[in-house]
């Protein structure tokens, strides 16, 4: 089969690849669709750094391993252990393979198991023509999700995560900064779960009709004085809960900066550099920091949710390639990202109605 493989640090081809053997508890998919990630942008650039550089526990698999941890499939073969999934069945994949018998696992914490293999890092991925995953990892589509949307199931799992993580209360004001993929999601969740306002905050002037579009009550310029701006339209109050999805210092300087006094401040964004800032400024405030990682349980929900129309994958899509051009698309990640939000690697044949 085809697949991108990442072989090690700035080191991604596009080649010929063994398909994996089947499992008594595995499922062969013919992979659909599958999202661009700037997780794996950042592996290509300063990996490995989640991938397996040495076999993986579990797994055994390390690098060369194939990319991709958003997609969905068709189901074209069963292990034969499994029972919950049929030859057939559409389904979006969970990327977190845990283990499901550690005490993390049996609480519901399944991001935490320590013999988690994530599908993608430490089990070949979705940047192939085919993959081979758990049948646990398997969440079958209802009928009005489509294959490109159930791409999206992984990144709007990850926002449904933060909102629970900060505890969100229905009818409160939220501040989103960063109107990239997980920024927009947020705001989607944000919005289908009952909050009153919720402002965007982003440096890019190309995301603002996307913002408005799927509900942004303010679409607000990062280079300008957001915090006066959220201050002036909460009566001076500022957010109850503000979501950093960029992965940066400023970027958390001004979560911080629009949350009122008590308020939560959700850490969404991979930060990979050390951050400095006055605690006193928090601690003065009793303003909470919460972290997410992932998502547990959240696919089932995200799946319900885009099928009855409170989520909506589509519109965040803004360019679908072929397998055959991927590489070119993740190793330029960053340049094509600022005129993109979403993007899809193809591989046709998709079904359901477009969400």
């Not at 640090?9 to 013919?30: I, T």
């Not at 409160?172 to 109107?179: I, L």
């Not at 006094?261 to 951050?275: F, K, N, R, Y």
């Not at 909470?288 to 589509?314: Q, W």
Request: with cysteine; net charge neutral; proline share 4%.
């Amino acid at each position: 089969m085809k697949a991108l493989v990442l072989h090690g640090n700035k080191d991604v081809r596009y080649q010929d690849f063994a398909e994996p053997s089947l499992a008594p508890g595995d499922v062969r998919l013919q992979v659909r669709s599958s999202g661009l990630c700037h997780t794996d942008f950042n592996e290509y650039v300063n990996g490995p750094l989640y991938v397996a550089a040495l076999p993986h526990h579990r797994t055994g698999r390390s690098t060369p391993l194939v990319l991709g941890h958003e997609f969905s499939g068709e189901v074209m073969a069963v292990g034969s252990a499994v029972r919950q999934i049929a030859v057939g069945d559409r389904v979006a994949v969970n990327a977190v393979d845990c283990c499901r018998v550690c005490e993390f696992c049996r609480r519901g914490l399944l991001v935490h198991c320590p013999q988690a293999a994530t599908i993608g890092f430490a089990r070949d991925g979705g940047y192939a023509e085919y993959a081979v995953v758990p049948a646990d990892c398997c969440h079958k589509l209802r009928p009005r999700v489509s294959y490109r949307a159930a791409a999206l199931v992984e990144p709007l799992s990850v926002a449904l995560h933060s909102i629970r993580r900060a505890r969100v209360e229905v009818g409160s004001r939220a501040a989103v900064v960063g109107g990239g993929t997980i920024g927009l999601c947020t705001l989607q969740v944000l919005r289908a779960c009952g909050v009153q306002d919720v402002y965007v905050i982003e440096k890019s002037p190309a995301k603002r009709r996307f913002a408005e579009d799927l509900g942004a009550t303010e679409f607000i310029d990062a280079g300008t004085n957001v915090q006066r701006t959220i201050f002036e339209r909460t009566g001076g109050m500022g957010v109850d809960f503000a979501f950093e999805c960029v992965g940066s210092g400023a970027a958390l300087l001004t979560a911080l900066s629009v949350t009122r006094p008590g308020g939560t401040v959700c850490l969404s964004g991979v930060i990979s550099h050390p951050i400095e800032f006055n605690w006193n400024n928090v601690l003065s405030k009793e303003k909470a920091i919460v972290t997410t990682n992932a998502y547990h349980d959240e696919f089932p929900v995200v799946i319900a949710m885009l099928d009855d129309g409170r989520l909506k994958a589509e519109p965040l899509v803004t360019q679908t390639i072929p397998l055959s051009d991927a590489l070119r698309f993740l190793t330029n990640f960053e340049e094509l990202g600022r005129s993109n939000i979403k993007m899809l690697i193809d591989m046709g044949a998709d079904t359901g109605r477009a969400n």
